[in-house]
């Protein structure tokens, strides 16, 4: 017996060490203990880490937590930052398709009421050139377009087509300075001729010292010049210089159509022109 003991002492005492704990346990558990000097040492030893962990563990999760709820905040923010860039992208067509169809109901409106053929046509580039001021249209010979036609919109006369391509035209537009126009008071019946002068105003030359204009009076075409039928309207009179010397009397005029915002305009034959023959084969 005391061989055995002594083979296996080591894991008796293991066992004891052990089994002694559970038993205690066991014992004591259901009606507890008070806590002995190497409990209550411990305890103190260990508290102020477990509150430094709790504390620490608590930070984590509340930043974990703020970064989850601050990232959803920033990704709704930039869906609606992204659904109010289309909304507004949107309410701008929307007004720029407004614009448009009631500039192109004017010229409908406008081109009924003519008494010619009007061929509508839309504005595509501008000459970059100072010396030639003129634009490039989307009408050409395949539209019936053709050299010496004038160009105008419902609010009055934009130029006269200087040359033409299979699908496109080039204008040389009122305000260019080797552009002259016949024209005429409106009132008076006075005639003149409205020379351009580059960007700006047009000028009122050719109209005699004697004859009766004002300032503010309407200057349209007198369909004199070959190019331009009658009537249409030109701008008015402006900075009138009337001389109480030479022949005559000179003005500025204010374009009635702004020739740097062109968007739509008709093309319109002279009713001193005839269309271009058509060669056999082109059409």
């Known amino acids: 017996m005391l061989s055995l003991f002594k083979r296996y002492r080591q894991l008796l005492i293991v066992s004891v060490l052990l089994l002694y704990p559970l038993v205690a346990f066991l014992v004591t558990g259901r009606r507890g203990r008070e806590p002995n000097f190497l409990d209550r040492a411990l305890i103190a030893m260990t508290s102020p880490l477990q509150s430094g962990l709790n504390w620490i563990i608590d930070g984590v999760v509340g930043t974990v937590n703020h970064y989850?709820?601050?990232?959803?905040?920033?990704?709704?923010?930039?869906?609606?930052?992204?659904?109010?860039?289309?909304?507004?992208?949107?309410?701008?067509?929307?007004?720029?398709?407004?614009?448009?169809?009631?500039?192109?109901?004017?010229?409908?409106?406008?081109?009924?009421?003519?008494?010619?053929?009007?061929?509508?046509?839309?504005?595509?580039?501008?000459?970059?050139?100072?010396?030639?001021?003129?634009?490039?249209?989307?009408?050409?010979?395949?539209?019936?377009?053709?050299?010496?036609?004038?160009?105008?919109?419902?609010?009055?006369?934009?130029?006269?087509?200087i040359r033409t391509t299979g699908g496109y035209a080039d204008v040389a537009l009122v305000t260019d300075p080797q552009s002259r126009v016949g024209v005429r008071v409106q009132r008076s019946r006075a005639r003149g001729t409205a020379a351009g002068a580059g960007n700006g105003p047009l000028r009122l030359e050719n109209m005699l010292r004697t004859e009766d204009v004002e300032n503010g009076e309407l200057i349209i075409t007198s369909g004199t010049d070959g190019v331009y039928p009658p009537g249409l309207v030109v701008g008015r009179v402006a900075n009138l210089a009337k001389k109480e010397h030479g022949m005559f009397q000179g003005a500025d005029i204010l374009p009635a159509v702004d020739t740097t915002k062109l968007e739509e305009v008709l093309v319109v034959g002279s009713p001193y022109r005839q269309a271009a023959p058509v060669v056999e084969g082109t059409r």
Do not use: K
Request: glycine letters at 10%.
């Open 68 to 161: 989850v709820d601050l990232r959803g905040v920033r990704l709704e923010n930039d869906a609606l930052r992204l659904e109010n860039m289309q909304l507004r992208a949107a309410v701008q067509a929307l007004g720029e398709a407004r614009s448009e169809n009631e500039r192109l109901r004017q010229l409908l409106a406008y081109a009924e009421a003519a008494p010619g053929p009007e061929i509508p046509a839309r504005v595509v580039g501008v000459n970059p050139v100072a010396r030639l001021l003129s634009v490039r249209i989307s009408s050409g010979e395949q539209q019936g377009v053709f050299q010496g036609m004038s160009v105008v919109t419902p609010d009055g006369i934009v130029g006269q087509v």
